[in-house]
């Protein structure tokens, strides 16, 4: 596995790996659910390329950027082990050279949910995320289910930019308790990850409802608060909304709908979310109802 932390050095390690290469983005800190995409991309591809980079500016104000984890020589490892044929670890400064300017906005899509939580938090990923496609040249990039906006938003970029790539969107890795795999798992007590399955929980009750009838988001969003009155944590929202267009739902309807929910235990925010039928949430249902054309 080639390590690389200069733009030349990519470019020339990128282009020894030829036309078909499966792209995985990461900001390190690694875990099963980043291994699930770097699998899907080996699957799927002769060459995987990845990069570990911990992006400053997708940092919303007050949130801590210099306490997010950075085991690099584990990730290194885990990367190695995983099958990765180049990893590009760039410092901040190759990234953000002195003059840098310019910044990607996407628009509706960035509005609520996250958008609404993390002010100027997508604006620095899609300005990344676009950098990153330019640098890797992805055939197939693979994004993980649990950042749905994100998927939804970066989607809106390819399309809108014109970026000759497939996005691949791969179900969320869980413990086996449930809980959706984050690096800001470490960040919990004993007590706040006990109750943390909490939201798996939740989406199942929704997940359920909806299959015996349940068509209307308040009824959804009631089976979820339910589960949720007993979290121990602060729920912040639990949102239904279209999956390609991120409105908010609130009319009973036939189409397929995106449960969202956040819960903060301290200052530990929890994400997690599910299409509903959640027959939707394989790599099939995801690519295509989140990540297609
Ligand atoms: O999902 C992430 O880890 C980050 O937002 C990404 C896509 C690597 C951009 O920094």
Same mark, same amino acid.
């Given at each position: 596995?080639?390590?690389?932390?200069?733009?030349?050095?990519?470019?020339?390690?990128?282009? &020894?790996?030829?036309?078909?290469? *499966?792209?995985?983005?990461?900001?390190?800190?690694?875990?099963?659910?980043?291994?699930?995409?770097?699998?899907?991309? $080996?699957?799927?591809?002769?060459?995987?390329?990845?990069?570990?980079?911990?992006?400053?500016?997708?940092?919303?104000?007050?949130?801590?950027?210099?306490?997010?984890?950075?085991?690099?020589?584990?990730?290194?490892?885990?990367? $190695?082990?995983?099958?990765?044929?180049?990893?590009?670890?760039?410092?901040?400064?190759?990234?953000?050279?002195?003059?840098?300017?310019?910044?990607?906005?996407?628009?509706?899509?960035?509005?609520?949910?996250?958008?609404?939580?993390?002010?100027?938090?997508?604006? *620095?990923?899609?300005?990344?995320? !676009?950098?990153?496609?330019?640098?890797?040249?992805?055939?197939?990039?693979?994004? *993980?289910?649990?950042? !749905?906006?994100?998927?939804?938003?970066?989607?809106?970029?390819?399309?809108?930019?014109?970026?000759?790539?497939?996005? &691949?969107?791969?179900?969320?890795?869980?413990?086996?308790?449930?809980?959706?795999?984050?690096?800001?798992?470490?960040?919990?007590?004993?007590?706040?990850?006990?109750?943390?399955?909490?939201?798996?929980?939740?989406?199942?009750? &929704?997940?359920?409802?909806?299959? !015996?009838?349940?068509?209307?988001?308040? *009824?959804?969003?009631?089976?979820?608060?339910?589960?949720?009155?007993?979290?121990?944590?602060?729920?912040?929202?639990?949102?239904?909304?279209?999956?390609?267009?991120?409105?908010?739902?609130?009319?009973?309807?036939?189409?397929?709908?995106?449960?969202?929910?956040?819960? $903060?235990?301290?200052?530990? $925010?929890?994400?997690?979310?599910?299409?509903?039928?959640?027959?939707?949430?394989?790599?099939?249902?995801?690519?295509?109802?989140?990540?297609?054309?």
């Amino acid at each position: 596995m080639r390590v690389v932390k200069t733009i030349p050095d990519l470019r020339g390690a990128r282009a &020894a790996l030829g036309q078909s290469v *499966g792209v995985v983005l990461t900001m390190g800190a690694l875990h099963e659910g980043h291994l699930a995409l770097v699998r899907a991309a $080996r699957q799927d591809h002769d060459h995987v390329l990845a990069t570990i980079f911990v992006n400053p500016t997708q940092f919303a104000p007050g949130e801590d950027l210099s306490k997010y984890p950075r085991p690099l020589e584990r990730d290194l490892d885990l990367l $190695r082990a995983a099958g990765v044929d180049v990893v590009f670890t760039p410092s901040p400064e190759v990234m953000y050279p002195p003059g840098f300017q310019t910044h990607v906005t996407v628009e509706c899509v960035t509005e609520g949910l996250e958008g609404a939580a993390r002010p100027g938090h997508f604006q *620095g990923v899609v300005t990344i995320v !676009a950098k990153f496609f330019n640098l890797t040249q992805p055939t197939t990039t693979y994004f *993980g289910q649990k950042d !749905a906006q994100q998927v939804v938003v970066i989607r809106q970029m390819v399309r809108d930019l014109n970026f000759p790539l497939t996005i &691949a969107v791969i179900p969320t890795e869980r413990e086996a308790d449930g809980l959706a795999m984050s690096s800001r798992n470490v960040y919990l007590t004993t007590e706040q990850r006990q109750n943390a399955t909490s939201l798996h929980r939740a989406l199942q009750a &929704a997940g359920e409802a909806y299959t !015996a009838g349940e068509c209307d988001p308040q *009824g959804l969003r009631a089976a979820a608060l339910a589960v949720l009155a007993d979290c121990g944590g602060e729920v912040e929202y639990v949102s239904l909304n279209d999956p390609r267009t991120l409105a908010e739902v609130d009319q009973p309807t036939e189409s397929p709908l995106l449960m969202s929910m956040v819960v $903060r235990y301290g200052k530990t $925010r929890l994400l997690d979310n599910g299409l509903l039928p959640a027959s939707l949430n394989t790599r099939e249902g995801l690519t295509a109802t989140l990540g297609g054309e």
